[in-house]
């Protein structure tokens, strides 16, 4: 399927590394102009290399900007004037209980989690309705449906996301530009890899065993049973980016392997 995404200009948040990475990298293999972002520039020179690496032609360039600091998208501002496609992935968690969870952690995932998307949407936007073309998407997870005792804030950040998204396609109506989420579930990122490896060096098993027991005891929900690549994550985002999927908008599509029960 031919995506139509060559030359299309992408904004990435948090995309060093995880999904946004291969977001990234799937933008690149399609012939779009991607601009990635993370908190450091040693971290960005390295993930623009391998990108070049595995995309020859790859016009890929990035932006250091820390959302949890609110000059972020001040320097966003003055590096990136307009972009095609938005994607608002950054996100981070903190596993804890909810009396362990502190306001400042509470702030730190609303900072990061939602008002990066805010603040991006605000400025990006308005720009795609101008020239009556854009796609912006925003990365949930199952944990704003599934709600984890020990990630009630996170969730709760993911959950705004979905609001956020619905709100804003509904300011699209008429146009041709789609505001949608994604919501993935657990995928084998560089901090999955790292919580299967620490959990079987410490309970002297394998990360096959650790992995299968995850699924068996934490996420029983799950139809897939395993950990989906970030690639799969990446594919269903590509599709909601083209010009293809012009009909859907408003739309949160599940990428969690079945762990969201119910039939919507
Ligand atoms: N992995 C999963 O199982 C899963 C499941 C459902 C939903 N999700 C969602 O999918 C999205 C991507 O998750 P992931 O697991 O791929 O993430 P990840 O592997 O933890 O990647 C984190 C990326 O975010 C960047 N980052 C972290 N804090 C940042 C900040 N304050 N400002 C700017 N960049 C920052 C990191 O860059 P530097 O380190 O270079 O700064 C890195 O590129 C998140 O929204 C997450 O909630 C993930």
Partial sequence: MELQLKHKKVFISGSTS??????????????????????????LRAAISKLKQSVSTASVSGIVADFNDPKAIDQIKQQLDRVDILVNNVGIFASKSFEETSDSDWLEMFRVNVMSAVKLSRYFLPKM???NWGRILFVSSECAQLVPEDLI??????AALLTLSRGLAQTTKGTKVTVNSLIPGSTLTEGAVKFLSDRARLENKTEKEVAMEFFKQTRTTSLLQRFA???EIADMALFLASPLSAATNGAAIKVDGGSVPGIL
């Fill in 153 to 158: 804030a996170y969730s709760a950040t993911k």
């Fill in 18 to 43: 995880g999904i946004g990475f291969a977001m990234a990298q799937g933008f690149l293999d399609e012939g779009a102009e991607v601009v990635i972002n993370g908190r450091s520039g040693d971290r």
């Fill in 129 to 131: 309705l101008d020239k």
């Fill in 229 to 231: 690549q970030p690639k």
